[in-house]
C-alpha cells in the first residue's frame, strides 16, 4: 500500500474488465432501483434504449469492486472514505458489456487536524468495451502518513 507521500498527482492506474450481464442487471435493480426500464425487458425494448440498462447504483457498486482490484502497490494507505462528489452516468450500459475503470490522482495533501493522515482524492472514469466514457466521479478518502 502507498503511502501520502508516495502518491503523484497525475499518476493512474487501470483496472480489470467486467462483465455486466443482463441478469446481473435486474438483479440489482430489482433489489434497488426497480424501474421498469431496468427490470422489465418488454417496457426496456419499447423505451430509449431499446433493452435493459444498468442503474447507477450498480455502476457505482462495479467501479467500488474493481478499484479494490488494483494491484497492492497501486493503492492507497486508505483508512476511510470521506466522499463521492461529480458522480455522472454518461452513457447507458447494456447487457454483455464489458467496462473497465481508469483512475488519477488529482489531490494528495496533509490533513489539517492530524499530521499522521491525508486526504487523497481520484478521478474516476469508467469505460465500455468501445472505449466509451459511460460513468464517472470522484472520491475522496483519509490515506496514513509515513
Known amino acids: ?11 493512474t492506474a487501470e483496472t480489470p474488465q467486467y462483465l455486466i450481464t443482463r441478469e446481473e442487471i435486474i438483479d440489482m435493480a430489482s433489489r434497488w432501483d ?6 422489465d425487458e418488454d ?20 467501479m467500488s469492486m474493481l478499484c479494490n ?8 494507505a486508505m483508512i476511510a472514505g470521506l466522499g463521492f462528489d461529480e458522480a455522472k452516468t454518461h452513457r447507458p450500459v447494456m447487457p454483455n ?3 473497465r475503470v481508469e483512475v488519477e490522482t488529482i489531490e494528495a ?38
Do not use: Y
Not at 423505451?47 to 457498486?61: E, K, N, P, Q, R
Open 1 to 11: 500500500m502507498r503511502f501520502l507521500e508516495d502518491l503523484s498527482i497525475g499518476e
Open 34 to 39: 426497480p424501474q421498469p426500464f431496468h427490470i
Open 43 to 62: 417496457v426496456a425494448k419499447a423505451g430509449l434504449f431499446g433493452d435493459v440498462i444498468a442503474c447507477t447504483a450498480h455502476l457505482f457498486s462495479v
Open 69 to 76: 482490484q488494483l494491484p497492492e502497490h497501486k493503492k492507497p
Open 97 to 99: 458489456d464489458t467496462v
Open 109 to 146: 495533501r496533509p490533513s489539517d487536524s492530524n499530521p499522521s493522515r491525508g486526504v487523497m482524492t481520484w478521478q474516476h472514469k469508467m469505460f465500455n468495451q468501445d472505449d466509451v466514457l459511460v460513468f464517472s466521479m470522484k472520491s475522496s478518502v483519509l490515506v496514513k502518513r509515513r
